[in-house]
Antibody
Framework: EVQLLESGGGLVQPGGSQRLSCAAS????????MAWVRQPPGKGLEWVST????????YYADSVRGRFTISRDNSKNTLFLQMTDLRAEDTAVYYC??????????????WGQGALVTVSS | SYVLTQPPSVSVAPGQTARITCGGT??????VHWYQQRPGQAPLLVIY???DRPSGIPDRFSGSTSGNTAALTISRVEAGDEAAYHC???????????FGGGTKLTVL
C-alpha cells in the first residue's frame, strides 16, 4: 500500500522559510516522479512543483518559481519542499503526491494527508 | 493560461445520476483527470485520461468530453459519494497542470 506522510508544516512569519518533507513507502520511490500540490483554506487545488524520478529535472508554478525548491533523496525515499520568502498567499495545506509515471505525467494517483502551512505575523 | 470552470455545487438524490461538468476551451482535445475529495481528506484519483478508472474505483464513475465541456458522471449515487470533485488538465501553453475550482456534490 502506498503511503505518503508529510511533515514540517506550521506557523511562519511573512518573509520566513519552511521546509516540508514527505516520507514515502509501499512503492519503488525512485521509479516515479513526485509533486507538491497545495490547497488554500476553502479553495481549490493548485499544483506547485514536480520533480522527475532521478531528481535532475524540476518544474515549478509561476507563483512559486524562484522562492520554492523541490528535491528528493531516493536513498531515503523522501521528498522535500524548501520554501523561502513566504507570503500570506502561500497559506495552504500542502500535499505530497505520487505521479503516475517516472517522467512526470502530472496525473497524481496517490496523495498524502497534507501539511498545513500558515504564513502570518 | 488555460482556465477550467466548474459549478460550485451539484445536488442529487440517492440512487440518481450526478453529472459534474468542467468547462474549458476545446477541452475535448485534452486528457481530463478527476479527483474526489471527501471532507477533511486528501484527494483521490477517480478518472484519468478522460475515461480510465484506477483500480478500486467502481464503474459507477465515468468520464467524457464533448466540445468545450468535460463531465464526470456518477450513477446510482450513494451517500459516500458526497465530496468535492476537481477536474484537471495539462495546460500546454503554460507547460503545467491546471485544476478547476472544484464542485461540491451534495447527496440529498
Amino acid at each position: 500500500e502506498v503511503q505518503l506522510l508529510e511533515s514540517g508544516g506550521g506557523l511562519v512569519q511573512p518573509g520566513g522559510s519552511q521546509r516540508l518533507s514527505c516520507a514515502a513507502s509501499g512503492f519503488a520511490f525512485n521509479n516515479f516522479a513526485m509533486a507538491w500540490v497545495r490547497q488554500p483554506p476553502g479553495k481549490g487545488l493548485e499544483w506547485v512543483s514536480t520533480i522527475r524520478r532521478r531528481g535532475t529535472t524540476t518544474y515549478y508554478a509561476d507563483s512559486v518559481r524562484g522562492r520554492f525548491t523541490i528535491s528528493r533523496d531516493n536513498s531515503k525515499n523522501t521528498l522535500f519542499l524548501q520554501m523561502t520568502d513566504l507570503r500570506a498567499e502561500d497559506t495552504a495545506v500542502y500535499y505530497c503526491a505520487k505521479d503516475l509515471g517516472g517522467g512526470g505525467s502530472l496525473i497524481f494517483d496517490s496523495w498524502g494527508q497534507g501539511a498545513l502551512v500558515t504564513v502570518s505575523s | 493560461s488555460y482556465v477550467l470552470t466548474q459549478p460550485p455545487s451539484v445536488s442529487v438524490a440517492p440512487g440518481q445520476t450526478a453529472r459534474i461538468t468542467c468547462g474549458g476551451t476545446n477541452i475535448e482535445t485534452k486528457s481530463v483527470h478527476w479527483y474526489q475529495q471527501r471532507p477533511g481528506q486528501a484527494p483521490l484519483l477517480v478518472i484519468y485520461y478522460t475515461r480510465d478508472r484506477p483500480s478500486g474505483i467502481p464503474d459507477r464513475f465515468s468520464g467524457s468530453t464533448s466540445g468545450n465541456t468535460a463531465a464526470l458522471t456518477i450513477s446510482r449515487v450513494e451517500a459516500g459519494d458526497e465530496a468535492a470533485y476537481h477536474c484537471q488538465v495539462w495546460d500546454s501553453s503554460g507547460d503545467h497542470p491546471v485544476f478547476g475550482g472544484g464542485t461540491k456534490l451534495t447527496v440529498l
